[in-house]
């Protein structure tokens, strides 16, 4: 079956715009996280959503990042005034979340490259 | 915060050698650890997930053990291949329902 996709595959952006960055999940899965990957790192925890809500924003570095899942499926990752060092691999993983056992399943992820 | 760290940050080894891949956390209160493979400019894929209860687990030429009391975590690849080559990335998933990851290891098996 289709595994997590995400679009676009590439961003390159200008300093002060805004971007948005698309998450389609595996369907029937309930639970969506979204992280991001510095050059050279581990991926760093966001946001997690159960269902249409944001059960734990607490990983959003600072009010320009916002996320929507407005019908529990398809997620939106918002960044508003792009920095430079927002730059990097915005990744997007899925979980049936029956509970915290559960295996997260990551997309591709988004390069976003801020000049 | 729950912090957690790998050893060796890269590793090369000839084809066919055995290797080990180390992972460590400091916070033991964990709900399971899980290893992924990243392929340069690719996503995460997901290798094995070991329960908190759990000694180890399984599959094919991997096999990953946890000592959950001390912090500790291996990923053993026997036989290693060419297409081995990636980063190993392990993650600990804590009371909160996200995962804290480490660093990678960079692995290059020598034809």
């Known amino acids: 079956g289709a595994g997590v996709s995400q679009t676009p595959s590439n961003k390159v952006t200008e300093k002060g715009k805004y971007v948005e960055l698309r998450c389609d999940p595996i369907s029937g899965h309930t639970a969506l996280y979204w992280y991001r990957q510095s050059l050279g790192q581990g991926p760093e925890f966001l946001i997690y959503f159960q269902g249409t809500g944001a059960a734990d924003d607490s990983g959003l570095p600072n009010d320009r990042f916002f996320a929507v899942r407005p019908e529990g499926s398809v997620s939106t990752l918002k960044i508003q005034r792009t920095e430079r060092g927002d730059s990097a691999v915005y990744l997007c993983?899925?979980?049936?979340?029956?509970?915290?056992?559960?295996?997260?399943?990551f997309g591709p992820g988004t390069r976003l490259t801020v000049l | 915060k729950q912090e957690v760290t790998q050893i060796p940050a890269a590793l090369s080894v000839p084809e066919g050698e055995n290797l080990v891949l180390n992972c460590s956390f400091t916070?033991?209160?964990?709900?399971?650890l899980q290893w992924f493979r990243q392929d340069p400019g690719k996503g995460l894929t997901s290798l094995l997930l070991?329960?908190?209860?759990?000694r180890e687990q399984t599959s094919g030429r991997l096999n990953a053990s946890l000592d959950k009391s001390s912090g500790r975590s291996t990923l053993y690849i026997a036989a290693s291949q060419p297409g081995d080559s990636a980063t190993y990335l392990c993650?600990?998933?804590?009371?909160?329902?996200?995962?804290?990851f480490g660093t990678g290891t960079r692995l290059t098996v020598i034809p």
């Open positions: 993650a600990v998933r804590t009371g909160a329902n996200n995962l804290f």
């Open positions: 916070d033991s209160a964990i709900y399971n």
């Open positions: 993983a899925s979980s049936l979340q029956r509970d915290r056992t559960d295996t997260q399943y």
């Open positions: 070991i329960q908190s209860s759990q």
